[in-house]
C-alpha cells in the first residue's frame, strides 16, 4: 500500500512558476512509476508526466514539454513537478500517481495509487 500526498499548489500569475511535490509513504517508493495528471472543472483527467522507477526516463503530455519538468528522490519518496511559464489553462487539480507500469505511462487505470490533489489556479 502507498499513500500519497501532494503539496504545492496555490495561485499564481501567469508566466510564474510552481513547484509541485509528492510525499509517498512506504519503502517500496523506488519501485514504482510516478506520475502527474491534472483535472480541469468540466474536463477529464489528462496526462502530465511521468517518471521511471530510477528516474532516467520522463514523459511529457506535448503541451507541457519546455515548460514543466518531472523529478524524484527516491531517497526522500518524494516525486516533483516543476512547473514553468504557466498559463491560465494550466488551472486545474494536479494529481501523483504511482504504478507498476512501465510502458502506458500516459494512462491514468495503469496507476495504483493516487492521491487527493493540489490546486493550482493561473491568474491572467
Known amino acids: 500500500q502507498v499513500q500519497l500526498v501532494e503539496s504545492g499548489g496555490g495561485l499564481v500569475q501567469a508566466g510564474g512558476s510552481l513547484r509541485l511535490s509528492c510525499a509517498a509513504s512506504g519503502r517500496t517508493f523506488s519501485t514504482y512509476t510516478m506520475g502527474w495528471f491534472r483535472q480541469a472543472p468540466g474536463k477529464e483527467r489528462e496526462f502530465v508526466a511521468a517518471i521511471s522507477q530510477s528516474g532516467?526516463?520522463?514523459y511529457y503530455a506535448?503541451?507541457?514539454k519546455g515548460r514543466f519538468t518531472i523529478t524524484r528522490d527516491n531517497a526522500k519518496n518524494t516525486v516533483y513537478l516543476q512547473m514553468n511559464s504557466v498559463k491560465?489553462?494550466?488551472t486545474?487539480?494536479?494529481?501523483?500517481?504511482?504504478?507498476r507500469?512501465?510502458?502506458m505511462v500516459d494512462t491514468d487505470s495503469e496507476y495504483d495509487y493516487w492521491g487527493q490533489g493540489?490546486?493550482?489556479t493561473v491568474s491572467s
Open 56 to 58: 532516467s526516463t520522463k
Open 62 to 64: 506535448d503541451s507541457m
Open 88 to 90: 491560465p489553462e494550466d
Open 92 to 99: 486545474a487539480l494536479y494529481y501523483c500517481a504511482a504504478g
Open 101 to 103: 507500469t512501465t510502458m
Open 118 to 120: 493540489t490546486q493550482v
